[in-house]
């Protein structure tokens, strides 16, 4: 009996270490728009990578505001796989600093595995540089 529980006491940090999860990892999570007119209409495409050992099931992305739209290439992202999430922002009847940001959560979870985030400036129409 005390083999067995001392087995179990030192196999388990090498068993509980073994396997980490999904790691999700961006190069470039904040896009800069820079400076844009109130008819703008901003887009990127956001490449994020699973660095863990297991594979992420995406939720549903929340963005922070109506204004930006999301939409995931994939759901289903394994180990050493990458995905894309196109976000649309658009500028209509917002003006000054903008910060959008972009969650994506594990499915079933509302805390965001990975968060993207939209910035620049927003004038009114005609007024952009």
């Known amino acids: 009996m005390k083999g067995s529980l ?30 844009v007119n109130q008819s703008a209409v901003v887009t990127n495409v ?6 863990g050992d297991t ?18 290439s994939k759901r289903m992202i394994g180990p050493g796989e990458a995905a894309e999430l196109t976000a649309i922002f658009t500028a209509a009847r917002r003006s000054g600093e ?8 594990a499915y079933e979870s509302e805390t965001p595995a990975i968060t993207f985030y ?7 129409s005609g007024e952009a540089k």
């Open 6 to 35: 001392l087995f179990l006491l030192l196999a388990f940090p090498i068993i509980g270490n073994a396997v980490t999860g999904p790691k999700l990892v961006c190069d470039a999570p904040i896009y800069q728009f820079g400076r």
């Open 46 to 51: 956001f490449t994020f990578r699973n660095e």
């Open 55 to 72: 594979t992420f099931v995406a939720g549903m992305p929340r963005t922070s505001c109506s204004c930006t739209k999301v939409r995931i």
């Open 98 to 105: 903008q910060k959008k940001k972009i969650y994506l959560p």
């Open 118 to 124: 939209l910035e620049g400036f927003v004038e009114p």
